[in-house]
């Protein structure tokens, strides 16, 4: 690896940290402090390969964007331990990845199966669905009304309608919902004792690894019968287009095929369910900014798009050197192992102002929470309406929102949002 | 479609839309701005990827 400033051993203790990013001020503290001090900096927490930070928003951008010369599938795209990562290449034959979907491809694969399912996520074809998506939506506001005047917004309403949207548009039945649900927070999960499959604290190597393998060896059960009756009876859905199709004149590989459900299945809802409880926590802690929105709706894209900012909820991916190169006027080696951080980008103070201020009609807002470059998220047209759709129910109805507890987050360094958001709210 | 008319142009990448009637203020691409007249440099805000990989597309 090449020679480089090093980071505080704290402070990279601290970024790979579930506990930090659940807390919240030690993970904003820590970057900070990176993005004055060290802002490509190599860290070596214990049980790691070294890798590189990459905290702020350029550079961040600036590697996103070299897909060629940064690789996602040539380690690990997740940060993962040494050990971890030695189990996981025993157990794949020798690749750091025990799924390998989109995220973990790289060029020509990734266009090829980009392109696949890329049509309908395009804002022309979502469109098509907004009718339906607004039902949902009304039904889980209706729901969290009725509930009278307090409810967990998290686990009531944001967990629970990306969900049936992105199930519906897979094809899997309303009674899946809940499976889908337990299997994406155990994988995403997989650090919080309250998420996981074990419901364990600390758990050793081999039984995290274990435990993450069984859950996706769940989803491929499911989705190999998903794909057998799709392949019978091919509908409009998602999940038809995954069964049917075909790269370069071939079926997709069973895999790749299986791995493609699993990230639709588990990314297609549950960053989005973060960003809309982390959205409503935002505004019941800031009453100004409630009354701003519900005078002016016209408010509600911006609203959403500083949720997104805000929230980060995925909180980085690594990115492999194929080549020497330079970022920042730093060297990198071939075969270094990169760490772009989102939510550092996010709040970097050289690119946003007032980053740590929540803001409804913040402008401009370009951010990297849904990533750059040709990895940038699939599914963030959809995020974005079925978010819009879900304030334009809501709030009109509502007269005031508060906290009515402490809310929580999942303890996570790769996927991380609120997993409780009690709240207590007046009608009109 | 008048050979006047606004067009709408999309990235191949990440799906953004240009949409010369509404511009895209947040660029600096004022309502009414033609793709013609954005500068080749110019990359989609979402993704990055160059001006030269969008396509005209019917909405």
Redesign the interface.
């Known amino acids: 690896m090449t020679t480089g400033p090093k980071i505080d051993a704290s402070i990279a203790e601290t970024i790979i940290s579930p506990k930090a990013y659940a807390q919240g001020t030690p993970i904003d503290d820590a970057f900070r402090e990176l993005r004055k001090s060290t802002p490509l900096g190599i860290a070596e927490p214990k049980g790691y390969e070294p890798f590189w930070a990459v905290t702020r928003f350029d550079d961040i951008?600036f590697v996103?964007?070299n897909n060629e010369l940064f690789h996602n599938g040539d380690k690990s795209a997740v940060l993962t331990t040494i050990d971890a990562d030695k189990m996981v290449r025993e157990m794949m034959g020798g690749s750091p990845h025990l799924v390998r979907s989109l995220v973990q491809m790289d060029n020509p694969d990734h266009m090829a199966y980009r392109r696949l399912t890329?049509s309908w996520?395009?804002?022309?074809n979502i469109k098509n669905l907004e009718p339906r998506i607004r039902e949902i939506a009304r039904e889980f506001v209706d729901l969290m009304l009725a509930k009278g005047d307090t409810c967990d917004f998290a686990r009531d309403v944001a967990f629970l309608y990306p969900l049936r949207v992105i199930m519906e548009i897979l094809g899997v039945p309303q009674s899946d919902e809940p499976k889908m649900l337990k299997l994406t927070q155990e994988l995403f999960g997989a650090a919080d004792p309250e998420m996981n499959r074990s419901g364990k604290a600390d758990q050793d190597v081999e039984a995290g690894v274990g435990a993450i393998s069984e859950t996706v060896a769940e989803f491929i059960e499911y989705f190999n019968a998903i794909t057998e009756d799709r392949r019978a009876n091919p509908r409009d859905d998602v999940s038809s287009v995954i069964a049917n199709g075909q790269i370069n004149g071939q079926p997709l590989d069973h895999f790749a095929a299986m791995s493609y459900y699993i990230i639709a299945a588990t990314a297609g809802h549950d960053t989005t369910s973060h960003t809309s409880a982390a959205a409503f926590w935002a505004l019941c802690e800031a009453p100004d900014q409630f009354a701003k929105l519900k005078n002016d709706m016209s408010l509600v894209d911006s609203y959403v798009e500083e949720s997104i900012r805000w929230t980060t909820a995925v909180k980085h991916f690594m990115r492999t050197a194929t080549d020497d190169a330079e970022v920042a006027g730093q060297k990198i080696a071939k075969g270094d192992w990169l760490m772009l951080c989102y939510q550092s980008g996010n709040r970097d103070e050289t690119h946003f102002d007032e980053p740590f201020k929540f803001k409804v009609d913040r402008?401009?807002?370009?951010h990297v929470a849904?990533g750059?470059?040709?990895h940038?998220c699939l599914g963030?047209?959809l995020a974005r309406m079925e978010m819009r759709i879900l304030w334009e129910e809501l709030l009109p109805k509502l007269k005031s929102i508060e906290l009515a507890g402490t809310p929580k987050r999942m303890e996570s360094a790769f996927v991380c949002g609120p997993k409780s958001v009690p709240v207590r709210f007046t009608l009109n | 479609m008048s050979e006047n008319a606004f067009k709408t142009w999309q990235c191949r990448t990440c799906g953004y839309i240009y949409d010369e009637e509404a511009g895209d203020p947040m660029e600096g691409l004022a309502p009414g701005t033609r793709w013609a007249d954005i500068p080749d440099d110019w990359e989609c805000p979402l993704c990055g990827t160059p001006k030269s990989d969008f396509d005209m597309v019917e909405l």
């Open positions: 951008q996103e964007r890329q996520f395009l804002p022309q402008s401009p807002n370009k849904f750059y470059g040709a940038v963030q047209h």
